[in-house]
Nanobody, 116 residues
Framework: QAQLIESGGGLVQAGESLRLTCVAS????????WGWFRQAPGKEREFVAT????????TYADSEKGRFTISRDNTRNMVYLQMHDLQPEDTAVYYC?????????WGRGTQVTVSS
């Protein structure tokens, strides 16, 4: 059974940074494209960033370009999201998952709260 564990969230002020970590266990990791997603209160879950299997190609939602960086370590089954210049609108629960459908069962996510 695949398991996704996200961590690294917290309460920060606008302009500060956080680094999120996702650990995937119970399945193959290195052959898949992975992504970070987020869900704000009352909103649908949305795409934040993706990284291909080798780590050589990344994509970002428009609002994250230049502020967020996704990376991965295939030797540790980990995906990271470095977030800079956080803004109140970035407040959400952040999740990782494979990009392709069907996706894995979602983890609990990690809460990011940005105060103005």
């Amino acid at each position: 059974q695949a398991q996704l564990i996200e961590s690294g969230g917290g309460l920060v002020q606008a302009g500060e940074s956080l680094r999120l970590t996702c650990v995937a266990s119970g399945r193959a990791f290195s052959s898949d494209d992975w992504g970070w997603f987020r869900q704000a209160p009352g909103k649908e879950r949305e795409f934040v960033a993706t990284i291909n299997w080798s780590g050589q190609r990344t994509t970002y939602a428009d609002s994250e370009k230049g502020r967020f960086t996704i990376s991965r370590d295939n030797t540790r089954n980990m995906v990271y999201l470095q977030m800079h210049d956080l803004q109140p609108e970035d407040t959400a629960v952040y999740y990782c998952n494979v990009v392709a459908k069907p996706q894995l069962p979602w983890g609990r996510g990690t809460q990011v709260t940005v105060s103005s």
